[in-house]
């Protein structure tokens, strides 16, 4: 699977806030975006994922593998997202969070027996009936990224994920993410300002964008 | 200082409520000392429940009240669901608030003048050949129909107005991308992460609503059924019999009143409770994600969304008082306006004239009395709010919330009975007291948002620089709150004028005022003279309003001076003429 962005153009009133930008991600890759704020990188993201405000005009091509996402509403495109704020439903509790993303063809006790599994898995099993208040930055910053891949998404894009955790937080998170895309084998595209974000051998996509074909510059 | 205050505020705003239910319970029990009634039973009880509308009044009360509550909430619901976030959502905000400034009396008189058989709609559609001698008449009508509408349109502004601040609160735009992200479309995502969210927060407001819709009487005056009345016009007619000994019966009607709305509000929260807290997993069953689904534009599912039928839901709420105020104006000029004419035939301004002394007088009188209630209610908002920035510590906002959502009749009865037993005649004072009473809570909630977004660092910057506690409030604090205050005092003012009930128990009939002389004349047979009132009732909040802006603009003036000035030099900055996104470097 393939995350690629062919000659994509984003103006704001005629003024190009990214002109012809192109690049792909391969499945299990997290390719990083760098620059300085306001540059368009998070507008970059909601672009891709379909959210991008109506005042921007969007030209070129965004394709997740061969499908040619512009034409489809965010929630046909799947492709899963993370903020910087873990944004966990708070009338939920952690497994409910959890099955909140679980496909709908899992049902009655199964969503619930899913959730907790997933919790287990990652270690939070003793979390599951807590509500989002009542955890960590960390455990929520965690549920919301498997919340997130148990949606199953073809692409998860991240924007600054781990800028609101401590440091020590920071490193031991910044290992759960890169481990989990691995493991679900889906290309991610991240937008941080920090250089230790950037995962070992990761691709590398620095403002003003001067890129080659895979968007490839240096690491 | 403060702490006096805050005492102060519980004396007149908390302490009411308990004379003013105690007040229904002992009359209704035949315990009533000033009118010789010493020996408690529950005859009261046997003659009021022997009424033979009795049902069919609490049967209206709860259709009215309930249904109009239900449909202001699912209208609101929808109309921010189809709007929000849209283009369009700017144009609704800025109608919301000329919508809320019009009083409920003047609002109902011009709901009746535009949808009463020979009203301006009727004629209208005459006009264009549509016979309307069958059609249903909402004004009075025995079900209520109309009253439930007029409510619903009524109360669906302030829901959007209290909702809007409620949806930045829960960020729903990054829950919605959020949402989406896991295969939720639109509707799905405001059904399963919006509302539940959304409804808890906005409990408050909508009890208010309901409560309000339960017990309303100026407006069911109006246009609200006769034969029988609901519940509260009902114990208000009870409440007004010539014969004294005949309050014992309006005492139960009363308790009965406060007691079927505290029910429904019970019921309310078990609703919510139930299918929010208990029964939730339809919140977590899944995004519905259609297997085929033809490739539709981003652009075009938006306009889809904007322009489908709930996108068109707001338009009554606006279009309805926008002709209303017309037809009062029009109306209140008409000499000769023969049905089914569209517009009179002669106009003459001689019923402004005629009345031209009385209303000035009521003005006056009205004006002053919202001005003396709404800033002896700003003192004690202000008094309670600077106690909890002190103390960490305030009043509970259900204490608060208490007298909007306690049926008035019923405390405002009872407040009355305790007024027996101070010798004297002071009802001006018991007036003030009851408006003060029903215009804090919304001064305290206008003001609340603002003292709290206060960085309290300001003052201890300026008491590290030698102020004292006074001096600092007077100079730092006060001038960077002078907009909400102004705002606040406009709010406090507009819900002085509009009160009906307090000014009539308490005043006991001898304080008038242009809301009480016009649900007085609404019932009369001359529209012009009820327009003329109608529409001097509607106009006063109004002029609150733009003064409070002006002065709110004015005292604001210093603080947008030098935001513009912030802004012209930010403006040079090439990343922000690009995105707009505020940065720091």
Redesign the interface.
């Known amino acids: 699977m393939t995350l690629s962005v062919e000659n994509l153009t984003i103006n704001?009133a005629n003024?190009p806030?990214i002109s012809s930008i192109n690049f792909s991600v391969n499945n299990g890759e997290v390719m990083t975006l760098m620059g300085?704020?306001?540059?368009?990188k998070s507008?970059l993201l909601s672009a891709i994922?379909?959210?991008l405000s109506?005042v921007f005009t969007l030209e070129g091509k965004i394709q997740l593998n061969n499908t040619i996402m512009?034409?489809?509403?965010?929630?046909?495109?799947?492709?899963?997202?993370l903020?910087q704020?873990d944004?966990l439903?708070?009338?939920?509790n952690v497994w409910?969070n959890l099955?909140?993303?679980?496909?709908?063809?899992?049902?009655g006790a199964n969503?619930k027996n899913e959730a907790i599994r997933t919790l287990t898995q990652v270690g939070l099993h003793d979390i599951a009936f807590n509500m989002p208040n009542e955890i960590s930055g960390g455990q929520r910053a965690r549920v919301s990224l498997m919340?997130?891949l148990l949606?199953k998404?073809k692409a998860v894009?991240l924007d600054e994920p781990f800028s609101k955790l401590d440091k020590a937080l920071r490193i031991e998170f910044r290992l759960f993410v890169f481990e989990q895309i691995k493991k679900q084998d889906i290309p991610a595209l991240m937008v941080t300002h920090d250089d230790d974000d950037i995962p070992e051998n990761g691709l590398v996509l620095r403002w003003p964008w001067n890129n080659n074909d895979r968007g490839l510059t240096n690491a | 200082m403060i702490r006096l205050l805050y005492l102060v505020t519980i004396l007149i705003c908390a302490l009411p409520l308990i004379p003013g239910v105690l007040g229904i319970v002992l009359p209704a029990l035949s315990w009533l000392p000033a009118l010789g009634l010493y020996t408690p039973n529950f005859s009261a009880f046997h003659i009021a429940f022997q009424w033979s509308g009795l049902s069919q009044s609490i049967f209206l009360t709860l259709f009215t009240g309930i249904g109009s509550t239900v449909l202001a909430i699912t209208l609101c619901f929808f109309i921010l669901r189809a709007n929000w976030n849209s283009?369009r959502w700017q144009r609704i905000e800025h109608l919301i608030a000329p919508m809320l400034a019009l009083p409920h009396v003047a609002f109902a008189i011009g709901f009746a003048f535009t949808f009463a058989p020979t009203g301006w709609l009727f004629r209208l559609l005459e006009s264009i050949g549509i016979d309307t001698s069958s059609a249903f008449i909402l004004i009075q009508d025995p079900y209520g129909i109309g009253l439930l509408f007029a409510l619903a349109i009524k109360e669906t502004p302030f829901l959007l107005l209290m909702s809007v601040s409620v949806l930045h609160q829960i960020?729903v735009n990054?829950?919605q991308?959020?949402?989406?992200?896991?295969?939720?479309?639109?509707n799905?995502?405001w059904l399963?992460?919006v509302l539940?969210?959304w409804l808890?927060k906005m409990r408050m407001p909508i009890y208010a609503v309901l409560a309000y819709g339960l017990s309303v009487v100026d407006i069911a005056l109006i246009l609200g059924p006769t034969r029988p009345p609901t519940l509260a016009v009902l114990v208000w007619q009870w409440f007004n019999e010539p014969d004294l000994l005949l309050i014992t019966r309006a005492a139960v009607g009363a308790l009965l009143l406060l007691t079927v709305s505290f029910s429904v509000l019970a019921l309310a929260r078990a609703i919510e409770w139930f299918a929010?807290d208990i029964k939730?997993e339809w919140?977590?069953?899944?995004?519905?994600?259609p297997q085929a689904?033809l490739?539709?534009?981003?652009?075009s599912?938006?306009i889809k969304r904007h322009t489908g039928l709930s996108g068109r839901l707001h338009w009554p709420f606006f279009i309805v008082p926008i002709v209303v105020v017309p037809v009062l104006l029009l109306w209140s000029f008409a000499q000769r306006w023969r049905f089914p004419d569209v517009l009179p035939s002669r106009y003459s301004a001689r019923f402004w004239l005629q009345e031209s002394n009385t209303l000035i007088e009521l003005a006056t009188s009205s004006a002053m009395l919202a001005c003396i209630s709404a800033c002896l209610a700003l003192i004690l908002a202000i008094g309670c709010l600077e106690y909890r920035q002190k103390y960490q510590r305030g009043l509970p906002t259900w204490l608060i919330a208490l007298p909007m959502v306690i049926p008035q009749l019923s405390i405002l009865f009872g407040m009355q009975i305790s007024t027996y037993f101070i010798s004297g005649q002071y009802y001006c004072f018991w007036v003030i007291w009851s408006h003060v009473l029903f215009a804090f809570p919304y001064l305290y909630l206008s003001l609340d948002g603002p003292w709290r977004s206060y960085d309290i660092r300001l003052d201890q910057s300026a008491r590290s620089l030698g102020m004292n506690a006074w001096a600092t409030w007077w100079k730092v604090k006060r001038p960077l709150m002078m907009p909400a205050i102004w705002l606040a005092i406009a709010v406090g003012m507009s819900v002085s004028l509009a009160q009906y009930l307090p000014t009539q128990i308490l005043g006991a009939g001898r304080i008038s005022t242009l809301t009480t002389e016009a649900v007085a004349l609404a019932s009369g047979q001359d529209r012009r003279v009820s327009a003329v009132y109608g529409l001097l009732q509607g106009l006063l909040p109004l002029i609150f309003f733009t003064l409070a802006l002006i002065a709110s603009r004015y005292s604001g003036n210093f603080s947008r001076r030098k935001k513009s000035i912030q802004r012209q030099t930010r403006s040079t900055n090439t990343?922000?003429?690009?995105?707009g996104?505020p940065?720091y470097?």
């Open positions: 704001n003024i806030l300085p704020s306001g540059c368009g507008s994922a379909g959210h109506p512009n034409d489809l509403e965010p929630d046909q495109r799947q492709i899963g997202i903020f704020d944004l439903f708070p009338h939920l409910e099955a909140f993303g679980l496909p709908r063809t899992i049902i969503r919340r997130t949606a998404p894009l | 283009p960020r990054q829950l991308a959020v949402a989406a992200g896991l295969g939720y479309n639109h799905e995502s399963k992460v539940p969210q808890p929010f939730r919140q977590i069953s899944g995004a519905f994600r689904t490739p539709l534009t981003t652009r599912n938006k990343d922000d003429l690009i995105c996104k940065h470097k």
